[in-house]
């Protein structure tokens, strides 16, 4: 092999175990994670994350409403400045 392909070959050799090692390194480390707590704290960091995300929901259900909301609002107020404009042009023809 030539010196070009064998610097090729070592470089994705060294890339793809780079890649192994980091793997590793993130599973071990959630795994300690994990493994490291007990009963309790485990069901204390679901609740937390369950917790956040309700928050997260109503948050998102309030924008939701709000927007719903002013939109329903600014078609109400269009109707009604529409329905003046046509009961101004009625009174007028009386005039």
């Known amino acids: 092999m030539s010196d070009v392909t064998q610097q090729a070959a070592q470089a994705a050799s060294d890339t793809a175990l780079a890649k192994i090692a980091t793997s590793m390194s993130v599973g071990g480390g959630g795994t300690a994670f994990i493994g490291g707590?007990?009963?309790?704290?485990?069901?204390m960091v679901f609740g937390m994350v369950v917790g956040l995300l309700g928050l997260c929901l109503q948050a998102y259900q309030t924008l939701h409403k709000r927007r719903v909301y002013m939109a329903e609002y600014k078609a109400i107020e269009q109707k009604s400045k529409r329905e003046e404009e046509e009961h101004r042009a009625k009174m007028g023809m009386y005039q």
């Open 37 to 43: 707590l007990t009963l309790n704290e485990f069901a």
